[in-house]
Nanobody, 129 residues
Framework: VQLQASGGGLVQPGGSLRLSCAAS?????????VGWFRQALGKEREFVAA????????VYADSVKGRFTISRDNTKNTIDLQINSLRAEDTAVYYC??????????????????????WGQGTLVTVSS
């Protein structure tokens, strides 16, 4: 199973981007949890948002609430991250990760990197004027 994150790019402050996470070799379904993390240069990887496919349960980091929206696309079988009102501090490589385990994880675990068993390669978001 591989995850492919896409949609990154260069955007001006205040702009928007839509990132997408797709899986090859397996589909998002059931209790699968998909999360987005980001890592800025010189900083540790941090949690951004996550969603459970089955029931749309979502969790967001406080730093992105109100600006970022995670959603699922049933047609494309992707998890998307709409990022609005971008700031310079949002510049980072954004990674998507998935938990394909049949054992459901509680939402309190969505922000923990070790909840996830599969990671994508990342897509770079640069916010600059």
């Amino acid at each position: 199973v591989q995850l492919q994150a896409s949609g990154g790019g260069l955007v001006q402050p205040g702009g928007s981007l839509r990132l997408s996470c797709a899986a090859s070799g397996r589909t998002f379904s059931g209790y699968v949890v998909v999360g987005w993390f980001r890592q800025a240069l010189g900083k540790e990887r941090e949690f951004v948002a996550a969603i459970r496919w089955r029931d749309y349960r979502k969790v967001y980091a406080d730093s992105v609430k109100g600006r970022f929206t995670i959603s699922r696309d049933n047609t494309k079988n992707t998890i998307d991250l709409q990022i609005n009102s971008l700031r310079a501090e949002d510049t980072a490589v954004y990674y998507c990760a998935a938990r394909f385990s049949e054992v459901a994880a509680t939402t309190s675990f969505f922000s923990r990197p070790n909840t996830y068993d599969t990671w994508g390669q990342g897509t770079l978001v640069t916010v600059s004027s």
